[in-house]
Nanobody
């Protein structure tokens, strides 16, 4: 059984930066495409970034493009979401998920989420 764990959430001021980390136990994230999703209060969960397995091609959704980046550290088996120039509307619970494709397969494994609060 693969278990996903996110870390690195917290409180940050508008314009600040934060890096979220995603790790897996029971397997290595190198075997999977890994996505980051977020859910703001009262809103549906949305995908913000995904990195493919193998080629490590990053997908970033338009609403955060230029501010968020996703990358993989194969040596550590970790995937990171680096967020900068954070805005109030970036507040939410951020989930890491792993599966066999970014857009052509469902995410099979999900973490419990990390709270990110952007507030002055």
């Amino acid at each position: 059984q693969v278990q996903i764990v996110e870390s690195g959430g917290g409180l940050v001021q508008p314009g600040g930066s934060l890096r979220l980390s995603c790790a897996a136990s029971g397997s290595t994230l190198d075997n999977y495409a890994v996505g980051w999703f977020r859910q703001a209060p009262g809103k549906d969960r949305e995908r913000v970034a995904c990195i493919t397995r193998g080629e490590n091609y990053p997908y970033i959704v338009d609403v955060v493009k230029g501010r968020f980046s996703i990358y993989r550290d194969g040596a550590k088996g970790m995937v990171y979401l680096h967020m900068r120039s954070l805005k109030l509307e970036d507040t939410g619970v951020y989930y890491c998920a792993a599966g066999y494709g970014c857009y052509d397969a469902p995410m099979n494994y999900w973490g419990e989420g990390a709270q990110v609060t952007v507030s002055s």
